[in-house]
């Protein structure tokens, strides 16, 4: 895939994202925007941090090993790539390809 392609597809992903989405996108690409956003100093940012640590220290919340916090990751993502129209074509794309291939080749 080109490189004007690619950004063809992530303009065209970014104008049609919700906020969900979008909220996403930008903490991935935050650092590279150059916005020096200083956690630490954002009061609601750190009422919540300390809301979610009284909350797991009462037993109010409980933890997620990390082996819980992938694979609940990975059905999340697989379950909304599911219904992405770019992940549906890229997906039939392959699918042609292998249509294609030579069995002598594999």
């Known amino acids: 895939m080109t490189t004007a392609t690619k950004r063809k597809k992530l303009h065209d992903f970014v104008n049609a994202a919700d906020d969900k989405q979008l909220d996403v996108i930008y903490t991935f690409v935050e650092h590279e925007i150059g916005d020096d956003y200083e956690h630490w100093a954002d009061e609601d940012f750190v009422k919540e941090i300390d809301k ?40 039939n794309e392959i699918m042609n390809d292998f249509d294609h291939v030579d069995g002598e080749n594999l």
């Open 52 to 91: 979610r640590l009284q909350d797991f220290e009462s037993g109010k919340t409980k933890g997620l090993s990390w082996e819980e916090v992938k694979t609940k990751s990975k059905l999340k993502l697989m379950q909304e790539a599911s219904t992405d129209p770019l992940f549906l074509a890229d997906m």
